[in-house]
């Protein structure tokens, strides 16, 4: 981890987006993943989604605090909502199969509007 801290700037800014990307794949699976099993009881959803969370956090964790040393906490979030709901439109396509629809590509582009704004100082 230290090694990570003291890198270039450059890989400072590119692994938090990799680690991001990799967490949100794992949440987004512990977290509707199970939609597509619906006769499988709680009981047994439950803890699979909390191990399937873990690893989530494993990557999160370093992610946030190795973007924190280049990015505000603010701008972390916003890249973090922007993955996610790039990895849930990927992943609500072709596992869930469900198709993405105008309005939530409308979405999409205002969240983009978003993190141009976060990003981009006036």
Do not use: D
Not at 33 to 48: H, R, S, Y
Not at 102 to 107: C, F, K, L, T
């Amino acid at each position: 981890m230290n090694t990570l801290l003291s890198a270039s700037p450059t890989v400072r800014a590119l692994v938090p987006i990799a680690l991001l990307l990799g967490s949100n794949v794992f949440m987004t699976f512990a977290w509707y993943g199970q939609l597509k099993f619906p006769a499988t009881p709680l009981w047994l959803v439950i803890p699979l989604s909390w191990g399937l969370a873990f690893f989530e956090y494993c990557l999160a964790v370093p992610a946030n605090r190795i973007g924190y040393t280049v990015y505000s906490a603010a701008q972390l979030k916003t890249l973090q909502e922007v993955i996610t709901l790039s990895v849930f439109a990927v992943f609500s396509t072709y596992y869930l199969g469900e198709a993405v629809k105008w309005n939530q590509i409308v979405a999409f582009g205002f969240l983009g509007l978003a993190a141009f704004f976060a990003f981009h100082e006036f």
